[in-house]
């Protein structure tokens, strides 16, 4: 038996956690990415804070995403997929999830904090740029590559800042090309 895309079996999960996409948080792992390069992943004093930076940054781009889901709901409610989103579909009402957006900006940064100022300020910044891109940059060209493209590279970044891992022109150089490669090749796989 095949199912269509208008079909989708309900999920267990409940839907303020939907709402948080955890299958998106995948992309955090990048924040193991300068404690690995560096060979220094497995040591306490580096792994502990690499963990946190990951929690702290699930946290965040959770935030992010529901916030997203409640600009875009809408045109999401009209997609074969999107509709199926907890904002989208009716399983999480508007101010519901800007609450828990809240509520996750709050603890993440807090996270962020107590692992160490430069880790905060990385996270700030992460959340303050894609902010700007759900609100105002999604519908620029160029500036919507570069803007999601920084938030896989702040994440990289935030292993080193979050470990205090001096982080090389090379890794950065090699961060920053490889986002953007990414990103670029997810649009044009879109088109």
């Known amino acids: 038996m095949t199912s269509t895309v208008s079909e989708r079996r309900p999920s267990r999960l409940p839907a303020w956690f939907r ?50 889901d409640v600009r875009d709901a809408e045109a ?16 999480l009402s508007a101010p519901t999830a800007v609450a828990l957006a809240a509520v996750t900006a709050l603890a993440g940064l807090t996270i962020g904090f107590l692992v160490n100022v430069p880790m905060v300020v990385t996270l700030a910044t992460y959340w303050l740029l894609q902010l700007g891109y759900s609100l105002w940059w999604k519908e620029q060209p160029i500036i919507d590559l570069a803007m999601v493209a920084s938030g896989f590279l702040l994440r990289a970044i935030a292993g080193g800042v979050a470990t205090g891992i001096v982080l090389s022109q090379w890794f950065l150089l090699v961060a920053s090309f490889g986002s953007l490669f990414m990103v670029a090749g997810k649009r044009y796989s879109e088109m």
């Open 76 to 91: 999401d409610r009209l997609h074969p997929t999107k509709r199926f989103r907890p904002v989208a579909s009716g399983d």
């Open 19 to 68: 709402a948080m996409r955890p299958r998106q948080w995948i992309k955090n792992l990048l924040v193991f990415a300068a404690p690995a390069a560096s060979g220094r992943l497995f040591e306490p004093g580096v792994l502990v804070p690499s963990l946190w930076a990951f929690v702290a940054f699930c946290l965040v781009s959770a935030s992010i995403y529901m916030i997203n």
